[in-house]
């Protein structure tokens, strides 16, 4: 009975009451009901985002529980300074990276988008401005300018950590028929066009220069 | 053309991964959190970095992330999956013979692994429990459905595993691995290879349905002289379920001696 109303006071509790509890559980079997009790609470949202990255339900099972294995593992060094759910889904994005970049090696991952549908001319950063303008850092700055939202997250998942088109496509629920090769594309071009505006400036500013000495 | 498309490549890489002046896992997750702003330099640097900018908007998007008509069934699937993996530790425990036994693996336990190295694990749990749950987190090596003690559940979530061993490569080699190989197991329909630093962060995986598979060039190219690697492999039977895991073994490319003895082969 005593259990009982344990289990409903935790049911009613939030995840940092929660955790505290099991920092505090007095036996083996405490602790791992309210372990329970909180994994469960985020079993939907870890086995959703699983199930994206991965594209099969097995996969997917396998992926979140690993995800769920490490957070048992870090438990202790959780400090409360973000949510539960913050934290649970910084240890499922890196479990989804190591596993996107453990299968890197596989072709589809590896090409790139604009070579896939055979527009390459128009896409390209060219040799010319990636001497001149195209360091990393300028284009990082870029990015965060003239990139939506959606294109960012699709660049950064597939340029930084190597996940595939197809699993970022699911992962964000891109709805268009291309998916995320799609943004990949737009973004391109986006950031060439806002390269060539800026050797434009430069190239007035150069002129300007020339004409004043 | 190819280079080109090549550096391309590496400056989008390198433009949209993260710099040393990026956020932190701590600092992000403070911008996602904060409501009012979560400091100069968080805010500052959240303008700028489209890296930090995507990391916070995709911890708003798990946050958010609906499933669909399509996905609502896997998810619910997923997670029964995971409920079920839980072993009562309640009835473990209850039934726990006084002296250890080493027989006796649950898969799929979460809870049961992490007890045995869990710092606020209790001493009786430790005592009495660590011995079902064998000591250290090993597994078991007993091919046999095994005779339980009296008192231990014999339940549907209770599996003995067949052995299964990892046979190469082990110990110091003259160059990078060329293949893994391990021993079939009865009932196993695929095996689960992972290859790991020391620090078992894990830097390659891949599933199969043979008992040995050829080293990719990503993992030969990272065995370089003196790095131990860590492996293990484990079985999967048709039900996706582990019946088998080996221990995790160490190999390394031996570092080239000035006595003539022939060096690790260069990969790459």
Known sequence: MRADRMMLMCKQAGDQA??????????????????????????????????????DRESGRDLAQDVFLRA?????????????????YVIARNQCIRSAQSRASKPEQLQDPSVLDGRKANLELEDERLEREASAGFVRRLMAETLDETERKVMTLHYAED????????LLALQNASGAKAYVVSA???LNRALSRHRARDERERVIRQEGA | MGETKQDDRLILREASG????????????????????????????????????????????????????????????????????????????????????????????????FFGTNPFATTAWAGASAALLVAGGLWIQD??????????????????????????????????????????????????????????????????ESAAVA????????????KTLLWRVSAVNSAGQTVAISEVERFRVAVQSSGGEPAAKKVR
């Open chain 2, 143 to 208: 091919a046999t459905r095994s005779t339980l003690a009296p008192g231990v559940i014999d339940g549907p979530q209770v599996f003995r595993t067949t052995s299964i061993e990892g046979l190469s490569p082990r110990g110091d080699l003259t160059a990078p691995p060329e293949s893994f190989e391990w021993n079939a197991v009865d009932g196993a329909t695929a095996y689960k290879i992972e290859a790991m630093e020391v620090d078992r962060s894990i830097v390659w995986a891949l599933q199969t």
């Open chain 2, 18 to 113: 993260p710099t040393p002046d990026c956020l932190s896992d701590d600092e992000l997750m403070a911008a996602f959190e904060s409501e009012n702003g979560a400091g100069d330099r968080i805010t500052q640097h959240m303008a700028e970095c489209a890296h930090c900018q995507a990391e916070v908007a995709l911890m708003r998007d798990f946050h958010e992330a609906e499933a669909g008509a399509d996905e609502q069934g896997h998810v619910a699937w997923i997670a029964e999956q995971l409920k079920a993996s839980f072993v009562e530790s309640e009835t473990v425990e209850r039934n726990a013979p006084a002296h250890p036994r080493r027989e006796v693996k649950s898969r799929g336990s979460f809870l049961r692994d």
């Open chain 1, 72 to 88: 048992l593992r870090g438990l202790d060094s959780y400090r409360g300074a973000s949510k539960f759910s913050t934290w649970l």
């Open chain 2, 215 to 226: 080293a990719p060039a990503q993992l030969r190219a990272i065995a370089v002289p003196g």
């Open chain 1, 188 to 190: 391109k071009r986006k």
């Open chain 1, 18 to 55: 929660l955790i505290d509890a099991i920092r505090t559980a007095g036996s083996a079997v405490e602790r791992t009901r309210l372990i329970n009790e909180l994994f469960e609470r985020h079993y939907p949202r870890v086995a959703l985002w699983c199930l994206r990255f991965t594209g």
């Open chain 1, 163 to 170: 996940v595939p088109l197809a699993a970022i496509s699911r």
